[in-house]
């Protein structure tokens, strides 16, 4: 079973409408939880961070984990052009705080 | 813009070389990991470096090795270059005893190895 695991393959939205990412994570123990956007060619630039279960907001981003079911998601709101980006699930593993990473699951927003 | 900075930012080099990577970390951090990002992967972790010592290494093998500075600049070298090593390379940076400590990434060196 891999750390990070985001399955879902590249995600096309229109303009305006709601992108819906989503990402397990397999150690139960993790504490910390991070998006990162990463466009082509660019390194991974932080969005969004959560620790606690519920819902994080942050201007058109949400950020929501549950740690019974060890998931956490990434809703992008009025989905804009500039979104289009791979976005990384990232969770700190504890002990050494090394991040592990999904795959990453590709954004093209359709103006 | 994070302020940790990396150099070079491209470099090419051939199969058996070495290989040196420098990462300078943000202002007032104290901690630089490094990780590995094949093309169409996430980024995977090397190692990390805090008070001049590895704190945590990856599974990747003893020709990756590194270095910390008491500026907490850091270094990452390759020894006996693959194919396989191509790659960008991210450094980030990180304050040991916040919260959650949360890394920022540098730009990244992207290396070709032909």
């Known amino acids: 079973q891999k750390e990070v695991e985001q399955n879902s393959g590249p995600l096309s939205v229109p303009e305006g409408a709601i992108a819906s990412l989503n990402c397990t994570y397999s150690?139960?123990?993790?504490?910390?939880f991070f998006w990162y956007r990463q466009y082509s060619g660019k390194s991974p630039e932080l969005i969004m961070f959560?620790?606690?279960?519920g819902d994080k907001e942050d201007g058109r981003f949400t950020a929501q984990l549950n740690k019974a079911s060890q998931y956490v998601s990434l809703l992008i709101r009025d989905s804009q052009p500039s979104d289009s980006a791979t976005y990384l699930c990232?969770?700190?593993?504890?002990?050494?705080?090394?991040?592990?990473f999904g795959k990453g699951n590709q954004v093209v927003v359709i103006p | 813009e994070t302020g940790v900075t990396q150099s070079p930012t491209h470099l090419i080099k051939t199969r058996g070389q070495q290989v040196t990577l420098r990462c300078s970390s943000q202002?007032?951090?104290?901690?630089v990991s490094w990780y590995q990002q094949a093309l169409g992967q996430g980024p995977q972790f090397i190692f990390q470096?805090?008070?001049?010592?590895?704190?945590g290494r990856g599974n990747f093998p003893p020709r990756f090795s590194g270095l910390q500075f008491p500026n907490y600049s850091s270094e990452l070298n390759v020894n006996a270059l693959e194919l396989d090593d191509s790659a960008l390379y991210l450094c980030?940076?990180?304050?040991?005893?916040?919260?959650?400590?949360?890394?920022?990434f540098g730009p990244g060196t992207r290396l070709l190895v032909l």
């Open positions: 980030a940076s990180s304050l040991v005893g916040t919260r959650r400590e949360t890394q920022y």
């Open positions: 150690d139960r123990g993790s504490q910390s």
């Open positions: 959560i620790y606690s279960n």
């Open positions: 990232a969770v700190n593993m504890g002990g050494n705080n090394r991040l592990a």
């Open positions: 202002s007032g951090h104290n901690t």
């Open positions: 470096y805090y008070r001049e010592e590895e704190n």
